[in-house]
């Protein structure tokens, strides 16, 4: 027999994912904005009598009709028009209870539909917090449903849920097919809406305090945007202050290991592809884990606090002068992270053109794999000391990086929303969620997550990628006096490239570097590292850090060339892969492909013969 | 006087929207909002800088952000 299921469906916010992750132990991506879940999630959940359930997580909605692409996944889903998927048996419709009325408005939608239908009363804390006390009976008598008060973030409520669940499951069996209420309109459902919550809200105080004085304050019109700039750089300084002593120690770590196997192990060639290829190749990437784990810490406590709906608010005003809207701030954002997430998150986004320019400019927002590269060359190039005020000149290049990746993707949203996607820009209209306190438990396993996402890269996609490298520089081996990376298979492809890239500056094991890292920016970085690794005449050489190598091999205007290449350069396969299935078709990502290295050739260039007329 | 030259902080009730001035999607988002005739606003915030763009709109409960446009096609009346 196939297994009944239920789905989670509400509006956007309203916790529907934590009340998922707790009722299914998934550990789905949890954050304090509207729009977090863009495609539907299946997990399991065990009834008490052991009979297992479907639980499907679906994207928020205010409505069902639809107006962008997730919502329309939910329509689809609630309704049982969803290909390959029968209509969920059960509906467990989530209500934000500090919100009731504005929330009931689609719950009175879907409980009209006449499936059986339980309410999870969630984030009553919160409400209590706002000074509001509900009475989940006059709820259930004025909806005809079971309500069932939750706190989905702190496991509360959960057995009365699945208690409710397994009853309602029962009924469905017994009477397929439900009975559909009455349907109303828009304006007649918000006014029950309203006289419902009236009637289910036993005592009110005024507005919460705390969530109005932190918005006075954040999205002050003057203070607003410094504060939100202050707290970007922030981020960047600590990404450097912070992690460079336990950089260092992993560098010496992995500096020790490559030393301990080559006084270990006999001379072989598997001792040279363990300490060339994966030692020197994977460890120079996974030494970067303290600055993304840092990265990523601001970044949570972000997006679960609520401030990242300010921060989409404050650059609302910058986003529609190049005609987009602040909507796309959020899938922009996320891209910081990871182009992926990203570009699935332009989901949310309901004007097609605004979605894909977004999809477009996603990539130029700088990801996490591009910290390895920068800070790699940074802490070579860049001279270790402060600009005055405690301000340190590696972190405030780093952060020159990142602005220049934002005002390049708003420069192409601009030039791409008056040509190719062109339209009327459309508006910004956005929840501003409440302040939360986020808990520490779910920042610590959306950091280990990245952590270990970050690390799986490592040891999946860069240690092949390095590999493969390293057997191509290896082989055939280079007669005596020969430098062994010239004679080899790579060198050689290298030379071809190595005409199109050397008028940007370019050396050969640039040009040598930048294939592999076609599969993921931080390749780069391993593959300079096997590269010098494989051609060290001695193992003191080789035992050095690749900065010091880096330093000592590379002029500065090389070296500047190559961050404004990464600036821009879409060297990322899994990207193109998901451009390629959010747009359905190969033009876009082509599109993609060619302009961004367009731009990543001009500025590199631009950049190089500058540096080298600065006599830099 | 409508929704944009609200004061902010005022407390006030939709009396009319002209949703032909506004995207068709556009209505139905800011409908679904509760952003509709007889709904009872007040402006919580204005947007930054001299555009004072975009708008924080109390609806309710719920604090929602749209543009200054949307708020000039909303009729409202003070409380």
């Known amino acids: 027999m196939r297994m009944r299921t239920a789905a989670l469906v509400g509006n956007p916010n309203a916790g529907k994912s934590a009340l998922f992750n707790a009722l299914t132990g998934a550990r789905q991506k949890i954050a304090n ?14 009834l008490p009598s052991g009979e297992p359930v479907e639980l499907i997580d679906l994207p928020g909605s205010y409505g069902l009709d639809a107006t962008s692409p997730d919502e329309e996944v939910t329509r689809k889903v609630i309704l049982g028009e969803f290909a390959g998927e029968a209509q969920p048996e059960v509906l467990i419709v989530v209500l934000d209870a500090s919100n009731l009325e504005q929330h009931l408005v689609f719950a009175q939608e879907v409980i009209e539909l006449g499936r059986p239908v339980i309410v999870a009363l969630n984030m009553v804390d919160l409400a209590q917090r706002d000074g509001l006390v509900l009475d989940p009976k006059a709820l259930e008598q004025a909806l005809g449903v079971p309500v069932i008060p939750t706190v989905a973030v702190r496991r509360k409520g959960l057995a009365e849920l699945i208690a409710a669940i397994a009853k ?21 459902r918000r006014l029950a809406a309203h006289n419902i919550a009236q009637g289910a809200i036993l005592s009110e105080t005024t507005q919460h305090r705390l969530h109005s004085r932190m918005d006075k304050l954040l999205l002050h019109p003057w203070l607003g945007p410094p504060i ?18 336990f950089a260092d120690a992993l560098d010496a770590a992995v500096g020790s290991l490559i030393a301990m196997a080559n006084s270990v192990l006999p001379a072989s060639f598997l001792r040279d592809l363990l300490t060339e290829g994966v030692l020197a190749g994977v460890g120079s990437v996974v030494v970067f884990l303290p600055q993304i784990v840092i990265l990523f810490a601001f970044i949570l406590v972000m997006e679960a606090t609520g401030y990242m709906a300010r921060a989409a608010f404050l650059m609302d005003r910058l986003m529609a002068f190049v005609g987009l809207s602040g909507r796309s701030f959020i899938p922009l954002l996320s891209s910081f992270a990871c182009a992926i997430p990203g570009i699935m998150a332009t989901r949310s986004i309901a004007d097609p053109k605004d979605r894909l320019t977004t999809i477009l400019v996603a990539p130029m927002m700088t990801c996490s794999a591009r910290l390895p590269v920068y800070t790699v060359i940074i802490g070579a190039f860049i001279p270790h000391r402060t600009v005055g005020w405690g301000i340190g000149l590696q972190g405030l290049v780093l952060f020159a990086l990142y ?10 949203a601009l030039v791409l929303r008056r040509s190719v996607t062109k339209g009327a820009a459309s508006g910004f209209i956005m929840e501003l969620p409440k302040y939360q306190l986020p808990r520490l438990s779910d920042l610590l396993i959306g950091l280990w997550q ?27 081996k280079a007669a005596p006096g020969e430098s062994q990376v010239d004679a080899s298979i790579a060198g050689k492809i290298a030379n071809g490239l190595e005409v199109v890239v050397r008028p940007i500056g370019f050396n050969h094991e640039i040009a040598l570097a930048l294939v592999p890292a076609m599969a993921a920016r931080e390749v780069a970085v391993s593959s300079l590292a096997t590269t010098y690794a494989v051609d060290a005449d001695d193992e003191d050489e080789a035992a050095l850090a690749l900065g010091d190598k880096l330093s000592s091999r590379w002029s500065l205007p090389t070296a500047l060339a190559f961050l404004a290449w990464f600036v821009f350069a879409p060297q990322c396969l899994s990207t193109i892969a998901v451009t390629r299935r959010e747009t359905n078709g190969w033009k876009w990502p082509t599109f993609m492909l060619l302009y961004l290295f367009g731009l990543a050739y001009v500025f590199a260039g631009i950049t190089y013969w500058s540096a080298v007329a600065l006599g830099l | ?25 556009e209505g139905q988002r800011l409908r679904a909002m509760g952003l509709d005739e007889g709904a009872r606003v007040a402006v919580a915030h204005r947007g930054v800088f001299a555009g004072r763009d975009p708008l924080s709109i109390m609806v309710g409960r719920m604090s929602v952000a749209i543009r200054r446009s949307h708020a000039q096609a909303m009729q409202v009346e003070a409380l």
């Open chain 2, 1 to 25: 006087m409508t929704l944009e030259e609200l004061p902010t902080g005022k407390r006030a009730r939709i009396t009319a929207v002209d949703w032909s001035l506004l995207a068709p999607e």
């Open chain 1, 33 to 46: 904005y509207p729009g977090v879940t863009v495609e539907r999630k299946a997990g399991r959940l065990v």
């Open chain 1, 403 to 412: 602005v220049v990746g934002i005002i390049g993707a708003m420069v192409v």
């Open chain 1, 228 to 245: 939100l700039f202050a707290l970007l750089f922030v981020i960047f300084q600590a990404v450097f202050a912070w992690a460079t002593p």
């Open chain 1, 168 to 188: 309602a499951e029962s009924k469905a069996a017994a009477e397929p097919g439900g009975h559909p209420r009455p349907h109303i309109t828009l304006p007649e």
């Open chain 1, 450 to 476: 990245r952590a270990w996402i970050f690390l799986r890269r490592a040891g999946t996609i860069i240690f092949t990628a390095t590999v493969i490298l390293w057997l191509l520089l290896s082989f055939p």
